[in-house]
């Protein structure tokens, strides 16, 4: 039975533990740069850990624990900016490029709704294809875990719609000879 005043399509859900599935938002999660020095096999060089929020592109199905293992040794994981970090920044400085965002225009880009659920608010986000990571899939787990307060989860449709953007962004092809302009 519905809950009255809830919407049909809630974007997101909180989730605890360990558990992953394409969409958890993991806010502050520790990424690695490696040095274009480490191409050379005899270079020592210093791998330089930051902290960025990202959201987990792998799908759900690779994700999930069979017999102790999940399918994927990695996860992929596109970097997420909040509105407010945006607002000098273009082509996001304005209402205008984020609708150009939110109606997929660049499509380097997607666009998430805010978040409203009370101890869990967060403002309309950018998830940017263009910045990827990859960490080993026992690692994402452990700091999932760690986080005992809960984590935000991108629902259906939602999740959806934004595996079909990045499958898009990743695929496109740009023609050596475009057909030329209908004028």
């Not at 875990?145 to 695929?171: C, D, I, T, W």
């Given at each position: 039975m519905p809950v009255i005043g809830a919407p049909a399509y809630p974007w997101y859900c909180v989730v605890f533990g360990a558990d992953l599935e394409q969409g958890d938002l993991l806010l502050d999660c520790p990424v690695y740069r490696i040095p274009p020095a480490a191409i050379r096999a005899e270079a020592e060089c210093t791998v330089t850990v930051e902290r960025q929020n990202v959201i987990v592109l792998t799908q759900s199905c690779d994700l999930t624990v069979q017999q102790g293992k999940s399918k994927v040794d990695d996860v992929i994981m596109a970097a997420v900016y909040f509105k407010r970090e945006l607002s000098e920044?273009?082509?996001?400085?304005?209402?205008?490029?984020?609708?150009?965002?939110?109606?997929?225009?660049?499509?380097?880009?997607?666009?998430?709704?805010?978040?409203?659920?009370?101890?869990?608010?967060?403002?309309?986000?950018?998830?940017?294809?263009?910045?990827?990571?990859?960490?080993g899939v026992d690692a994402v787990r452990a700091f999932a875990a760690a986080n005992g307060k809960g984590r935000v989860r991108l629902l259906p449709p939602y999740r959806e719609h934004l595996a079909q953007s990045f499958a898009r962004f990743f695929m496109r092809i740009g023609l050596p000879v475009d057909i030329p302009a209908f004028k």
């Amino acid at each position: 039975m519905p809950v009255i005043g809830a919407p049909a399509y809630p974007w997101y859900c909180v989730v605890f533990g360990a558990d992953l599935e394409q969409g958890d938002l993991l806010l502050d999660c520790p990424v690695y740069r490696i040095p274009p020095a480490a191409i050379r096999a005899e270079a020592e060089c210093t791998v330089t850990v930051e902290r960025q929020n990202v959201i987990v592109l792998t799908q759900s199905c690779d994700l999930t624990v069979q017999q102790g293992k999940s399918k994927v040794d990695d996860v992929i994981m596109a970097a997420v900016y909040f509105k407010r970090e945006l607002s000098e920044t273009r082509p996001f400085h304005g209402n205008d490029g984020w609708e150009n965002a939110r109606k997929g225009k660049y499509p380097g880009y997607h666009v998430l709704n805010k978040c409203e659920m009370p101890d869990f608010g967060l403002d309309f986000m950018i998830v940017d294809f263009r910045r990827i990571f990859t960490l080993g899939v026992d690692a994402v787990r452990a700091f999932a875990a760690a986080n005992g307060k809960g984590r935000v989860r991108l629902l259906p449709p939602y999740r959806e719609h934004l595996a079909q953007s990045f499958a898009r962004f990743f695929m496109r092809i740009g023609l050596p000879v475009d057909i030329p302009a209908f004028k």
